[in-house]
Protein backbone atom coordinates (compact mmCIF):
# COMPACT_ATOMS: atom_id res chain seq x y z
CA UNK A 1 0.00 0.00 0.00
CA UNK A 2 1.41 3.51 -1.00
CA UNK A 3 1.23 6.00 1.70
CA UNK A 4 2.65 9.01 3.71
CA UNK A 5 2.37 9.31 6.92
CA UNK A 6 3.04 12.75 8.65
CA UNK A 7 4.24 12.86 12.48
CA UNK A 8 5.87 15.34 14.61
CA UNK A 9 2.77 17.87 15.47
CA UNK A 10 1.82 19.19 18.54
CA UNK A 11 0.79 22.07 20.82
CA UNK A 12 3.90 24.49 20.85
CA UNK A 13 4.27 28.07 22.75
CA UNK A 14 4.87 31.00 20.40
CA UNK A 15 8.47 31.10 19.86
CA UNK A 16 9.26 27.17 20.32
CA UNK A 17 9.45 24.48 17.57
CA UNK A 18 8.68 21.47 16.27
CA UNK A 19 9.97 19.40 13.64
CA UNK A 20 7.53 17.58 11.41
CA UNK A 21 8.23 14.10 9.64
CA UNK A 22 7.00 12.52 6.92
CA UNK A 23 7.60 8.89 5.95
CA UNK A 24 6.80 6.91 2.92
CA UNK A 25 6.00 3.40 2.57
CA UNK A 26 5.35 1.17 -0.43
CA UNK A 27 7.37 3.58 -2.42
CA UNK A 28 10.62 5.05 -2.91
CA UNK A 29 10.50 9.20 -2.13
CA UNK A 30 13.55 9.39 -4.36
CA UNK A 31 12.23 10.20 -7.39
CA UNK A 32 9.38 12.84 -5.74
CA UNK A 33 9.21 16.19 -5.27
CA UNK A 34 7.76 16.12 -1.49
CA UNK A 35 5.80 19.43 -0.33
CA UNK A 36 4.57 20.37 3.03
CA UNK A 37 1.42 22.29 2.78
CA UNK A 38 -1.56 23.07 5.27
CA UNK A 39 -4.51 24.55 6.36
CA UNK A 40 -5.75 26.39 8.66
CA UNK A 41 -9.65 26.74 9.97
CA UNK A 42 -11.95 28.58 7.06
CA UNK A 43 -8.98 28.92 5.01
CA UNK A 44 -7.37 27.63 1.77
CA UNK A 45 -4.76 25.37 1.71
CA UNK A 46 -1.15 26.74 1.45
CA UNK A 47 1.71 25.79 0.23
CA UNK A 48 4.32 25.76 2.88
CA UNK A 49 7.40 24.64 1.32
CA UNK A 50 8.65 22.33 -1.12
CA UNK A 51 12.09 20.56 -2.33
CA UNK A 52 12.84 18.86 -5.20
CA UNK A 53 13.55 15.09 -6.21
CA UNK A 54 16.90 15.82 -7.86
CA UNK A 55 19.10 19.15 -7.31
CA UNK A 56 17.95 19.98 -3.73
CA UNK A 57 16.29 23.28 -4.70
CA UNK A 58 13.83 24.17 -2.07
CA UNK A 59 10.70 26.81 -2.42
CA UNK A 60 9.08 28.42 0.94
CA UNK A 61 6.07 30.17 0.96
CA UNK A 62 7.20 34.26 2.45
CA UNK A 63 5.04 33.30 5.59
CA UNK A 64 8.02 31.22 6.76
CA UNK A 65 10.92 32.21 4.95
CA UNK A 66 13.89 32.12 7.34
CA UNK A 67 11.57 29.55 10.03
CA UNK A 68 10.90 26.75 8.55
CA UNK A 69 13.48 24.46 6.83
CA UNK A 70 12.78 21.96 4.52
CA UNK A 71 15.27 18.82 4.12
CA UNK A 72 15.11 15.10 2.95
CA UNK A 73 16.60 11.63 4.18
CA UNK A 74 16.21 9.45 1.18
CA UNK A 75 17.77 6.65 2.98
CA UNK A 76 15.34 6.65 5.35
CA UNK A 77 12.44 7.41 3.19
CA UNK A 78 11.64 10.58 5.45
CA UNK A 79 11.57 14.41 4.81
CA UNK A 80 11.52 16.46 7.29
CA UNK A 81 9.85 20.01 8.36
CA UNK A 82 12.07 21.98 10.98
CA UNK A 83 9.49 25.06 12.70
CA UNK A 84 11.65 27.50 14.62
CA UNK A 85 10.32 30.81 16.00
CA UNK A 86 6.60 29.35 15.56
CA UNK A 87 3.43 32.11 15.94
CA UNK A 88 0.13 31.55 16.66
CA UNK A 89 -0.67 32.14 12.52
CA UNK A 90 0.46 28.80 12.03
CA UNK A 91 -1.99 27.02 13.60
CA UNK A 92 -2.72 24.46 10.77
CA UNK A 93 -3.23 21.20 9.99
CA UNK A 94 0.24 20.03 7.74
CA UNK A 95 0.44 18.00 5.03
CA UNK A 96 2.23 16.16 2.96
CA UNK A 97 2.65 15.23 -0.86
CA UNK A 98 4.87 13.56 -3.18
CA UNK A 99 4.81 14.69 -6.73
CA UNK A 100 6.71 12.60 -9.34
CA UNK A 101 6.88 14.79 -12.48
CA UNK A 102 7.26 18.58 -10.84
CA UNK A 103 8.72 20.80 -13.66
CA UNK A 104 9.27 23.07 -10.13
CA UNK A 105 9.25 22.76 -6.50
CA UNK A 106 8.02 26.50 -6.82
CA UNK A 107 4.62 25.29 -9.69
CA UNK A 108 4.61 21.79 -6.71
CA UNK A 109 3.43 24.22 -3.84
CA UNK A 110 1.59 27.13 -5.11
CA UNK A 111 -0.65 24.78 -7.12
CA UNK A 112 -0.90 22.35 -4.60
CA UNK A 113 0.66 19.28 -6.68
CA UNK A 114 0.70 15.49 -5.29
CA UNK A 115 0.61 12.39 -6.21
CA UNK A 116 0.31 10.92 -2.72
CA UNK A 117 -0.69 12.95 0.06
CA UNK A 118 -0.93 12.51 4.00
CA UNK A 119 -3.37 12.24 6.30
CA UNK A 120 -2.30 15.20 7.90
CA UNK A 121 -1.55 16.38 11.66
CA UNK A 122 -2.18 19.20 13.83
CA UNK A 123 0.08 21.98 14.57
CA UNK A 124 -0.86 24.16 17.34
CA UNK A 125 0.93 27.51 18.96
CA UNK A 126 -0.44 28.78 21.65
CA UNK A 127 0.10 30.12 24.99
Known amino acids: QLQLVESGGGLVQPGGSLRLSCAAS????????IGWFRQAPGKEREGVSC????????YYADSVKGRFTISRDNAKNTVYLQMNSLKPEDTAVYYC????????????????????WGQGTQVTVSS
Open 51 to 58: ISSSDGST
Open 26 to 33: GFTLDYYA
Open 97 to 116: AAHRWTITVQAMCVAGLGDY
